[in-house]
């Protein structure tokens, strides 16, 4: 599959919107084959994954290295689903229980309601801001308007889709329209007509390039794409090291890491990539070692 995957952002009705949009088909993709998802997993990790882009973005105050993570605990049969995103592009994520019993459930009965975490923030300095808001059951894209307006008191539409096929995600995105304080309620209620009208986004990232997404979506309101050389190409990737993989493990109590020596040593598997790193007995003998001093 060629890669294709970006953000773009753009002007809407005259200067009363902003724009941000991600084609996200060959990450979600990735994500799939990674972690196993399956369709109903795939749908809706691809949105949270998007969404978390969508959001790094937009939250983003001229930080460049601003990153934001989705953490929807719902009582569904999908379990945790997070999501995690820099403004620079990275995207991954993780699902607790990627193929429920029941595989015709939609993304809403699949996560359920319960609580969504977003943190953001710069790393490695700074301190991650966090907030919670209730999942209402209603889907990512209205829990992500909701938290955009309680939290945020961003006015704003959230679009995502995920399109699966048999042999994988066909395509993947979002758009969010932001609107700003100028705007009239004239031009926000023809930009919600638009959005109310336009056809499953998944079908139309299928067919078009994101730019004739957006135009498609926003066709008769006038709309430009601000900066045309503003295109941040989306990616898998994990940030995870060995150096990030031994850290939990010096958080365990002596007697369990004496445990792992006398097996031999362990190993951790990242949860977001799939990425192996061992430990011989001699790495977690330095643990102790520190436990000691
Ligand atoms: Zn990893």
Do not use: W
Request: with cysteine; glycine share 10%.
């Amino acid at each position: 599959m060629e890669n294709h995957d970006r953000i773009i952002q753009g002007m809407a009705g005259d200067g009363d919107f902003r724009v941000i949009a991600a084609q996200t088909t060959v990450a979600v993709e990735t994500a799939r084959e990674i972690l196993d998802l399956s369709p109903v997993a795939a749908d809706a990790l691809g949105r949270a994954m998007t969404g978390s882009l969508l959001l790094a973005r937009l939250l983003d105050k001229d930080v460049r290295n601003q990153y934001v993570t989705l953490r929807f605990q719902g009582n569904g049969p999908l379990g945790t689903v997070i999501a995690d995103a820099t403004v620079k592009g990275g995207v991954r994520g993780f699902v607790a229980n990627p193929v429920p019993e029941d595989p015709l459930l939609d993304v809403e009965k699949a996560i359920g309601t319960g609580m969504l975490t977003v943190v953001r923030g710069t790393p490695p300095a700074g301190k991650p801001y966090t907030s919670q808001i209730l999942l209402g059951g209603k889907g990512i894209s209205t829990d992500l308007t909701r938290y955009l307006m309680r939290s945020e008191q961003i006015a704003s539409a959230v679009l995502l889709g995920v399109l699966n096929r048999r042999d994988g995600v066909a395509a993947a995105g979002g758009i969010v329209i932001q609107a700003f304080p100028h705007a009239t309620e004239e031009a926000i209620a023809a930009i919600e007509q638009r959005v109310k009208d336009a056809p499953p986004l998944s079908t139309l990232i299928d067919k078009l390039d994101i730019e004739d997404v957006v135009a498609t979506v926003l066709h008769g309101v006038h709309y430009k794409q601000i900066d045309a050389g503003y295109s941040v190409p989306v990616s898998y990737s994990c940030p995870c090291s060995r150096e990030r993989a031994l850290a939990p493990i010096a958080l365990f109590g002596e007697a369990d890491i004496r445990e792992m020596i006398e097996e031999g040593g362990t190993e951790v598997v990242c949860q977001f990539c799939g990425r192996k790193y061992s430990f011989s007995a001699h790495d977690l003998l330095a643990l102790t070692a520190k436990h000691d001093a």
